[in-house]
Nanobody, 115 residues
Framework: QVQLVESGGGLVQAGGSLRLSCVAS????????MAWYRQAPEKQRELVAT???????NYADSVKGRFTISGDNAKNTVYLQMNSLKSEDTAVYYC?????????WGQGTQVTVSS
């Protein structure tokens, strides 16, 4: 079992930046693959960024060049640095961990980008 707690969301103007944090209740960063997803109103949850146990990252085309996922194993934390935010980035952002056959999710943090 692991609990994931996101923070860092908020209201920001288009072109601005936010950094989301996901703190795990135990040491899983660098041990299991982790990811950030987002879900906009009336849309399906979509994958935003992933990071493997050896630090390889992958991004959705819509955020490439603007978002950066990283992990800090000592702090049990995964980050999502979001720059050049657009109105279409408005969504609830969720942290995800895949441990064996189990999926773990945080409660989500709201990001609202005003144009």
């Amino acid at each position: 079992q692991v609990q994931l707690v996101e923070s860092g969301g908020g209201l920001v103007q288009a072109g601005g930046s936010l950094r989301l944090s996901c703190v795990a209740s135990r040491s899983i960063v660098s041990t299991y693959p982790m990811a950030w997803y987002r879900q906009a109103p009336e849309k399906q949850r979509e994958l935003v960024a992933t990071i493997t146990t050896w630090g390889r990252t992958n991004y959705a085309d819509s955020v490439k060049g603007r978002f950066t996922i990283s992990g800090d194993n000592a702090k049990n934390t995964v980050y999502l640095q979001m720059n050049s935010l657009k109105s279409e980035d408005t969504a609830v952002y969720y942290c995800h961990a895949k441990i064996g056959l189990s999926d773990y999710w945080g409660q989500g943090t709201q990001v609202t980008v005003s144009s």
